[in-house]
């Protein structure tokens, strides 16, 4: 059968461009998109990735993105024949080749696998590490996440390890199962606790609360550094708005935090309106955070 005869499925009308270094080439054919079955990325979840946004042509923390992406792939021994400028020209490269309509917005998804070769799981028995990049369509959230804000819930999935939780690897299957139980449950997100009862952050996205004009935030150590949480408390501290510090916050601090946000790559920052049976009044500091994060893009 010819590939090119084959009918597009569902979502690959988002895909927009794809580079493989094991072909070493890019197509605009979704139906080309294609990995090897014996990459240990796929068959073993070894390997790392990072989701990085561009808006109006400019790709937004690019450099922070691969510093993280990086970062995680030593954290695994994955070593990289790419340097992060290698990985900059690819980016821009597929940005280019967009139409113009197509530049507007979207993501870069920038996988970086151990490569094919067996079906075991030592990381001896491959080619060696392979870099697959996506770009695809950033669809429009809901108008109503940001204006009445989002309902959140506790999520009953054990939080990971810190080490997999620092690192952002291609094993996403805690995450998978927190974003199963939101669906199920009918809630727009769901918050994850360690096992002292801690909050810990989203399925893919980081969790913060304010009290008084503090924010507080899970320490680093227990969760993944969020590249758009770091910039935003870059940006809140130039401007002086307010107080950030990072502590273990208990669940009860959660539920008397006079504020309670959602924050990540592909959604900016949303507040939370109700969490469980606890309702939240839409902060009044709200839409300068939301100003700040859309302004530095």
Not at 33 to 48: E, S, T
Not at 172 to 177: E, G, S
Not at 264 to 272: A, E, K, Y
């Amino acid at each position: 059968m010819d590939i090119k005869n084959l009918p597009l499925f569902p979502y690959q009308d988002q895909f927009l461009c794809f580079y493989s270094s094991y072909f070493d080439s890019y197509t605009t054919d979704p139906r080309w998109m294609l990995i090897p079955i014996d990459d240990h990325g796929f068959h073993r979840g070894d390997g790392v990735f990072e989701a990085i946004k561009w808006s109006q042509g400019r790709v937004w923390l690019l450099e922070e993105h691969l510093q993280r992406l990086f970062q995680s792939a030593q954290n695994i021994g994955l070593k990289c024949l790419f340097q992060k400028e290698d990985l900059k020209k690819i980016i821009f490269k597929m940005l280019a080749m967009l139409p113009q309509e197509q530049q507007i917005k979207g993501i870069f998804r920038v996988y970086l696998t151990r490569g094919p070769g067996s079906f075991g799981v030592s990381p001896k028995d491959t080619l060696g590490t392979q870099v697959y990049i996506v770009a695809t369509k950033l669809k429009d959230l809901p108008e109503k996440w940001f204006t009445e804000g989002v309902t959140v819930g506790w999520s009953q999935v054990p939080a990971k390890i810190p080490f997999l939780a620092r690192t952002k690897t291609l094993n996403y299957l805690t995450n998978v199962l927190m974003k199963k139980e939101c669906e199920e449950r009918g809630l727009d997100f769901i918050v994850g606790l360690d096992e002292e009862k801690n909050l810990t952050e989203s399925y893919t996205e980081n969790i913060f609360i304010q009290k008084d004009h503090v924010l507080y935030l899970p320490p680093w150590e227990g969760i993944l550094k969020g590249t758009t949480l770091s910039r935003f408390l870059e940006l809140v501290t130039e401007h002086k708005k307010v107080t950030v510090m990072q502590k273990k916050i208990t669940q009860q601090q959660v539920l008397e935090a006079d504020s309670l946000f959602v924050i990540g790559t592909t959604l900016d920052i949303l507040w939370v309106q109700k969490l469980e049976d606890t309702i939240f009044c839409r902060p009044k500091d709200y839409d300068n955070y939301l100003h700040l994060i859309r302004s530095d893009q």
